[in-house]
């Protein structure tokens, strides 16, 4: 079982900035699709960034604003979060595909491990 572990969530106010990252110990992710995607309350959840291979795709609501990034080993993806909204709070959460080369999944419960969400809250 692949265990990812999410941290660098809290609470930051609007226009603040945040650093969200994901460690998967024993799992090399370098040719695999990593992302993070969230969920707020009430809410679907949504795909907000993903890498593969270097390629990286961003949500319209986080594009110019967030950015993902990965190690070199592939052990490591990070999300830095910039001019933060209170429409960012939500639950986010670090998945990866299980496919080597296999691009990134087309929704966003198509990814095959998660991990256990961290908390981001904007406060107007």
């Known amino acids: 079982q692949v265990q990812l572990v999410e941290s660098g969530g809290g609470s930051v106010q609007a226009g603040g900035s945040l650093r969200l990252s994901c460690a998967a110990p024993?799992?090399?992710?370098?040719?695999?699709?990593m992302g993070w995607l969230r969920q707020a309350a009430g809410k679907e959840r949504e795909k907000v960034a993903t890498v593969y291979l270097g390629i990286t795709y961003y949500s319209e609501s986080v594009k110019g604003r967030f950015a993902i990034s990965q190690d070199s080993a592939g052990n490591t993806v990070s999300l830095e979060m910039n001019s933060l909204k209170p429409e960012d709070s939500a639950m986010y959460y670090c998945?990866?595909?299980?496919?080597?080369?296999?691009?990134?999944?087309?929704?966003?419960?198509?990814?095959?491990?998660w991990g256990q969400g961290t908390q981001v809250t904007v406060s107007s």
């Open positions: 998945a990866s595909d299980s496919r080597l080369y296999g691009g990134c999944p087309p929704g966003s419960a198509d990814f095959a491990y």
């Open positions: 024993g799992y090399t992710n370098s040719e695999r699709c």
